[in-house]
Antibody
């Protein structure tokens, strides 16, 4: 059974930093690209960042570029999101996600339950 | 950037058919994927590549895509189908999600 378990969320002041982690199990981690998708309270889904199977290629939404950094450790079956210079608009539930890409299209096969990040003074 | 537009809400009686649209410029040229999200839960993939269903998703869920509109159809709606539904495409190396539709079962 595929399991994605996020941790590291919390309350942080504007301008502060957090590091999110995602522990993956139930599949061969380094066979898949991974993503972070967030959902602000009572709002829709927003893709944040993605990374390919070996960490050699990453992508970011314009809203987080230069402030958030995605990485992975295949030896530990773990995905990370380093969050710096946080803003109030970064407040959201952050989901770890396993993607599947084929024929020029990608979608999210599995989602974690998420970890809540609150940016507030 | 690419924009996907969904109606905010759809209401349907049990046993009837719900149709949720997802509008985008020439969306018929892209693969569209659909997710169901119940309150307090993570999203679940219900349709991928316009009309395919993952294992475990009932045949009541189907999809189509043509022109400027993709559609998720839920046949014989049940109370347990009440949820938010999101369409999604892959565009310019990023995920684009629709605005979301809340399906209410009357």
């Amino acid at each position: 059974e595929v399991q994605l378990v996020e941790s590291g969320g919390g309350v942080v002041r504007p301008g502060g930093s957090l590091r999110l982690s995602c522990a993956a199990s139930g599949f061969t981690f380094d066979d898949y690209g991974m993503d972070w998708v967030r959902q602000a309270p009572e709002k829709g889904l927003e893709w944040v960042s993605g990374i390919n199977w070996n960490g050699g290629s990453t992508g970011y939404a314009d809203s987080v570029k230069g402030r958030l950094t995605i990485s992975r450790d295949n030896a530990k079956n773990s995905l990370y999101l380093q969050m710096n210079s946080l803003r109030a608009e970064d407040t959201a539930l952050y989901h770890c996600a396993r993607e599947f890409c084929s024929g020029g299209s990608c979608y999210i096969e599995y989602w974690g339950q998420g970890t809540l990040v609150t940016v507030s003074s | 950037s690419y924009v996907l537009t969904q109606p905010p809400s759809v209401s349907v009686a049990p046993g009837q058919t719900a149709r949720i649209t997802c509008g985008g410029n020439n969306i018929g040229s892209k693969s569209v994927h659909w997710y169901q999200q119940k309150p307090g839960q993570a999203p679940v993939l219900v349709v991928y590549d316009d009309s395919d269903r993952p294992s475990g998703i009932p045949e009541r869920f189907s999809g189509s895509n043509s022109g400027n509109t993709a559609t998720l159809t839920i046949s014989r709606v049940e109370a347990g189908d009440e949820a938010d539904y999101y369409c999604q495409v892959w565009d310019s190396s990023s995920y684009v999600f629709g605005t979301g539709t809340k399906v209410t079962v009357l």
